[in-house]
């Protein structure tokens, strides 16, 4: 009686999305990659089930060809998280099973890697005296114990193979880890948990609830409570996944994870070469290493026996997938919290609006801390008023507060901080009379102006308005593209202090392997003054020099055309006034905008995340935006215009079926052209809906996974993090 294998073929396409049996050899196990026989070639597969029997014909019963690795590359809970994944999300399993591999391993470009030792094995007075190099040779093992062969070749040349000839010495191939840390470890720092640490420990391991927020101001001293509970974890000879949005991965945060935990952290990283990466998925999968660092795809970490999961930064948008399977970090989380049973922590001192009031109503279990660590006050933030600033006749990016806070900073040999908001910044039109913003009609989010149209558009709803000529809400005339970019901020800088050392920090500055990790430690290193960047810059590092932030354009996110503008806001402001004044020195912050009633800004500069959150959610329940309603959004992309707008009119045609059947559940239902028309030449439509709780989003996932059209993608996203 042979053996019969279930195979997942690893191609992602819905007609060949099941299972086929092959017989195969006692050596196939359970979440192995195999090579089988596949219509007329040879196809790679993974194995989901050993089994004894098939009801498939013998005669046309094919065999496995072999096993790609000599171990299995998906454990038992891969396999059934896989299938939730492909089930929830509508796609081919072979697709959800490779989420769980590193990608080079598919395509094939890594492998491990061997170094030969050689060492002394045999008698050295077996040597005869005449032959010196393989005396020495043997002396120098004799002394050191083993060593590599290939640098004994150097030193002792054909020396080496007399000897392993002879018996003296053996050769011996052994696994080599790629090590992505370069041996950096410092020394061990583990502090004392603070009465408030201690009590979040204790609240989170006591609740019994899976989920619990950590609403925990900037400094407050988070990481150092999961590092807590991570150790702990550790103890009980459990696992755990420390997820962190990809750019807050700091050199400082891993030398502080490397230091505490050694060789028992890996990290996942895209910053690791593709070998390094492989290396330290494998040192997981083995248990060699325990916690599994990393972003995003780090949630899916071959590690077993998980006793705590964390997401740090639980707020940010890199949390939300951008290719297929589109799934939020959170759910896949929440499922393995459930799979091994143990606590799945949120941190944040801004958390997303939905995620607090999912605490606030007793889902998940809620621990504040107010505080920073030591009582060390929060930057004062200072709001400046650029439009008067303007009717002065000031052209700078700089308010004239700012200018003097800068100046008496560096003259205290301290260092500051510029953040800008680059994103769609010239888009926005704004009247600098009154600062109002255009909006649409309709959905109460800001325009944006459409170059080749002349024209100001809602990326909600689609809606079309001429370019304004003068200030609706003020009749003003001096309507403007507000807009500077951190080059501009850079030059000015440099006219203004010529002797400050200035650096930049943003997408083009950032490219390559470690690019932001270089700019960082250079500012870190004090080899600059100044760091002006956008997002990027808003991140937990911990600069103790930065005594003062200057927010140059608190506005410009708040009218980003999306219903999370205000709460992006209210983050990035938190977050980047936040770097301000963390060592003994304190800190300030300059925050200039031309809108200094804004209420979102208001509550940013108190530190206000209650007054902000209640707010924001009334707005919310007013307006039905998320979590009371869902943005659903069907895009369709392709390179050809005529085979999108076919395949478009496909999914539209299904989804108005269940748009007629459901019509009480839609608040929202229309097909357009995506905000941005063509990304890399391809064409985007969409169909935009807004659903209530209980709407049918199941049905349109279905409805789309039947629309098949050659040289067209068509998926489903949720909430959308950009709706551009
Ligand atoms: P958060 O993640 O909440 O922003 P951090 O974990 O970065 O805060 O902590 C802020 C600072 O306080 C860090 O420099 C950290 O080393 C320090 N810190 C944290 N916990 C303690 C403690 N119990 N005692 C002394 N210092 C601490
Ligand atoms: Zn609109």
Not at 108 to 124: C, I, M, Q, W
Not at 143 to 158: C, I, N, S, T, V
Not at 234 to 252: N, R
Not at 684 to 694: C, E, F, H, I, S
Request: glycine share 8%.
């Amino acid at each position: 009686m042979g053996m019969i294998a279930e195979v997942i073929v690893d191609i992602a396409h819905s007609d060949v999305d099941k299972i086929f049996d092959y017989s195969c050899d006692p050596d196939i196990g359970e979440g192995m990659r195999v090579a089988v026989p596949f219509g007329k070639g040879t196809a790679a597969g993974f194995v989901v089930r050993v089994k004894d029997a098939t009801d498939y014909p013998a005669e046309k019963l094919k065999k496995i060809y072999r096993a790609v690795d000599k171990f299995p590359a998906l454990g038992r809970e891969c396999l059934s998280l896989a299938q939730k994944i492909a089930a929830r999300y509508r796609v081919p399993l072979a697709l959800s099973l490779r989420l769980f591999l590193p990608a080079e391993m598919r395509t094939g470009k890594v492998s491990e890697v061997y170094t030969t030792f050689a060492r002394l094995t045999g008698d050295p007075r077996e040597i005869p005296p005449r032959a010196k190099a393989q005396l020495a040779l043997a002396a120098y093992l004799e002394e050191h114990g083993e060593a590599e062969a290939a640098a004994l070749r150097k030193q002792f040349g054909a020396a080496v193979n007399a000897l392993e000839a002879r018996g003296v010495i053996t050769l011996e191939k052994r696994r080599r880890r790629r090590d992505p840390y370069g041996g950096q470890e410092g020394e061990r720092v583990e502090h004392l948990l603070t009465p408030a640490q201690s009590e979040a420990v204790r609240r989170i391991q006591g609740t019994d609830k899976t989920v619990t927020l950590l609403h925990g101001v900037t400094g407050s001293g988070k990481t150092e409570i999961y590092l807590n509970l991570i150790a702990q974890q550790l103890e009980q000879g459990k696992t755990a996944l420390f997820l962190v949005p990809e750019i807050s991965l700091t050199p400082q945060m891993l030398f502080q994870l490397r230091s505490r935990f050694r060789s028992k952290v890996a990290i996942l990283h895209s910053g690791l070469s593709a070998g390094e990466r492989f290396d330290e998925w494998q040192r997981l999968r083995e248990g060699e290493a325990r916690i599994a660092v990393g972003a995003r795809s780090a949630v899916f970490a071959p590690v077993e026996n998980i006793g705590l999961i964390v997401i740090d930064e639980e707020h940010d948008g890199s949390y939300s997938s951008e290719s297929a399977p589109r799934y939020n970090t959170f759910d896949i989380a929440l499922l393995r919290a459930k799979y091994n049973g143990c606590k799945l922590v949120l941190g944040s001192a801004t958390p997303a609006v939905e995620t607090y009031r999912r605490a606030e109503e007793g889902e998940f279990e809620l621990v504040t801390l107010p505080d920073r660590i030591n009582a060390r006050p929060l930057p004062e933030v200072r709001l400046v008023d650029m439009r008067r600033d303007v009717r002065r006749g000031n052209p700078s990016p700089f308010s004239a507060l700012l200018k003097e806070r800068l100046a008496a900073c560096l003259e205290g040999g301290n260092q500051a901080i510029l953040f800008l908001n680059r994103r769609g910044y010239s888009q926005t039109v704004m009247c600098l009379d009154c600062g109002n913003v255009v909006k649409c009609e309709h959905c109460d989010v800001a325009l944006t102006y459409h170059s080749e149209e002349d024209c100001l558009k809602c990326h909600y709803c689609g809606a079309r308005y001429r370019m304004l000529e003068a200030c609706p809400a003020c009749g003003g005339k001096r309507i403007r593209y507000v807009g500077t970019g951190t080059q501009r901020v850079v030059s000015e800088l440099k006219k203004l202090y010529p002797a400050a050392r200035v650096l930049r920090m943003d997408v083009d500055t950032t490219s390559g392997k470690e690019g932001h990790f270089k700019i960082l430690k250079k500012f870190a290193s004090r080899e600059a003054d100044i760091l002006v960047g956008t997002q990027m810059v808003a991140k937990g590092h911990d600069f103790p020099a930065v005594t003062l932030v200057g927010i140059l354009d608190a506005d410009m996110s708040l009218y980003f055309p999306d219903y999370r503008s205000g709460e992006r806001t209210f983050q990035l402001i938190t977050q980047v006034a936040g770097r301000s004044g963390r060592a003994e020195e304190k800190g300030e912050v300059v925050l200039q905008t031309y809108d200094p009633e804004n209420a979102i800004l208001r509550f940013a500069a108190q530190y206000d995340y209650k007054g902000f959150y209640r707010h924001e959610i009334s707005m919310r329940a007013a307006t039905m935006f998320p979590p009371y309603a869902k943005i659903v959004r069907v895009m369709v992309t392709g390179e050809n215009e005529q085979e999108t707008l076919a395949c478009l009119k496909e999914a539209y045609v299904a989804l108005s079926e269940i748009y007629n059947t459901h019509a009480d559940k839609f608040l929202f239902f229309n097909r357009m052209h995506a905000p941005v028309k063509r990304i890399q030449n391809k064409f985007r439509y969409q169909v935009l809906m807004r659903l209530l709780p209980g709407g049918p989003l199941k049905e349109i996932y279905d409805a789309v996974a039947v629309v098949k059209h050659k040289n067209v993608l068509c998926y489903v996203e949720e909430n959308p993090s950009n709706l551009s």
